[in-house]
Nanobody, 119 residues
């Protein structure tokens, strides 16, 4: 199982970024996928989640109206479109899923992609 994020970078306040997560090694279309983030000195927090078919999404209160999570099950790829970015959105963003295997759930994380919002 592997999930690999990309698309982070430096953006000015008010700007936009689209993060991607390429998944492999499991049946992507069967699993809920999540985006988390971790800012310096803070705990990792859930940003958004999407069901396996993509028909239900949830967002952290801080991202509602500014982020859209989506997925392309044909391409095994997860996305996070973020608009109106604020300095408080600066963090490492992680792709995450839980896979059922061997009678238990297993967490899988990507290496993260840095998002820096600064003028």
């Amino acid at each position: 199982v592997q999930v690999v994020e990309s698309g982070g970078g430096l953006v000015q306040p008010g700007g936009s970024l689209r993060l991607s997560c390429a998944a492999s090694g499991f049946t992507f279309s069967n699993y809920v996928m999540n985006w988390y983030r971790q800012a310096p000195g803070k705990e990792r927090e859930l940003v958004a989640a999407i069901t396996s078919a993509g028909n239900t999404t949830i967002y952290a209160d801080s991202m509602k109206g500014r982020a859209t999570i989506s997925r392309d099950n044909a391409k095994n790829t997860l996305f996070l479109q973020m608009n109106k970015l604020e300095p408080e959105d600066t963090a490492v963003y992680y792709c995450h899923t839980e896979i059922w295997s061997g009678g238990s759930w297993h967490d899988y994380w990507g290496q993260g992609t840095q998002v820096t919002v600064s003028s």
